[in-house]
């Protein structure tokens, strides 16, 4: 399923609703729902967040593989280049004053999904991303 969705905090909830109908329909485990709605709703928030000045639409993609997990591709078309695959030196254990803001939403997704992807080519990044699934009873 694709859908585009308005660059504003306000589409989460609409993107949160389609992402879920698709994995209810496939009975997909609360387990995995979890982790791909975060991830979802971190890399579009980054989107919209850090490329204030673009007005296109976030393309999103959801789909159910062949060996049950979920797939997500989320197509940022004019927006600034940013690997959320590079690595990110973060310091979980520093105390908090000690810490630097940002980059513990990208480090989180990285810890939580199995595949992490990025492509960036004439303005267009596509982050593509796939948690493994189940039934709910699993």
Request: no cysteine.
């Amino acid at each position: 399923m694709q859908r585009s969705f308005p660059r504003h905090l306000d589409a989460l909830t609409p993107l949160y609703e389609f992402a879920e109908e698709m994995m209810e329909a496939h009975d997909i485990a609360e387990g995995i729902r979890f982790p791909v709605h975060l991830a979802m709703e971190e890399l579009f928030v980054n989107m919209v967040k850090y490329n204030p000045d673009i007005s296109t639409d976030i393309e999103v993609d959801v789909s159910l593989q062949v060996n049950q997990e979920v797939r997500v591709s989320l197509v940022d078309d004019g927006g600034v280049e940013f690997d959320v695959t590079a690595a990110r030196p973060i310091d979980i254990d520093a105390p908090l004053e000690d810490r630097i803001p940002g980059g513990l939403g990208i480090h989180l997704i990285q810890s939580l999904v199995d595949t992490l992807e990025y492509e960036y080519q004439d303005g267009r990044g596509e982050v593509i991303f796939t948690k493994g699934s189940g039934n709910k009873d699993v």
